[in-house]
């Protein structure tokens, strides 16, 4: 059984976390045939399977990661599959494979996608955003509820997005990562105070460096 077809068959078999870690290991080894990688994820991406489906939307993303002139290809095959799509596992490596194209035109989904009630598919979302448009209004409206997420790993991506991704300031950025610096997730905690203190916020900076401006 070649990699591609083992990695189906742990997704459409899975019954822990680790038949999932196999799987991904599979679609790493996959993709170093790019051209083979490609073509066999645009074909899964359209299959009524949704175990191959997101086998499929795993290699392409991966494909777009390290090959650019396929970015606008995945994307378009992507986007594509979204609006019949109902299978959550689906939904997070869409969200990933958006991310990977680094598209502005992928943020509208992603958007929509962060209220998704799946946790997988909120965490991808808060790593997408930034590669998309990472200062837009709705993006960062996105990202500062992503970061009270209840799931530790959406809350530590998303604040990680928002206080070192993003660029922007502004009160409603430097509230949300306030409220993370108390955060029970060591990471979140620390991915809120780098971000407010290169925002010089003066409840987390140093008294030595309150002198020094950006």
């Not at 066999?40 to 991406?45: D, E, H, P, T, V």
């Not at 992603?110 to 790593?127: C, N, S």
């Not at 500062?144 to 206080?163: C, K, N, Q, Y």
Request: proline content about 5%; overall charge negative.
């Amino acid at each position: 059984m070649d990699v591609i077809a083992e990695a189906v068959e742990l997704i459409r078999n899975a019954t822990c976390p680790g038949d999932h870690d196999q799987a991904w290991e599979l679609v790493g080894r996959a993709i170093e045939d790019r051209e083979t990688a490609a073509r066999r994820g645009f074909a899964l991406a359209r299959s009524p399977d949704p175990a191959e489906r997101k086998i499929g939307c795993d290699l392409l993303g991966s494909v777009a990661q390290v090959e650019e002139s396929l970015r606008e290809p995945v994307l378009l095959a992507v986007l594509g599959l979204v609006a019949a799509e109902t299978d959550h596992a689906v939904h997070a490596s869409v969200a990933r494979a958006l991310g990977c194209t680094g598209d502005e035109r992928a943020v509208p989904e992603l958007l929509r996608l962060a209220e998704h009630p799946d946790e997988d598919v909120r965490f991808y979302v808060a790593w997408s955003l930034p590669l998309g448009r990472a200062d837009d209004d709705a993006v960062i409206e996105a990202l500062i509820r992503l970061s009270a997420d209840p799931e530790d790993e959406v809350r530590d991506w998303a604040t990680f997005a928002l206080g070192t991704q993003c660029q922007a300031d502004g009160r409603a950025i430097r509230e949300a990562l306030w409220a993370r610096v108390g955060d029970q997730d060591t990471e979140a905690r620390e991915e809120a105070i780098a971000g407010l203190a290169r925002r010089r916020d003066r409840r987390v900076v140093p008294p030595g460096w309150r002198s020094v401006r950006p």
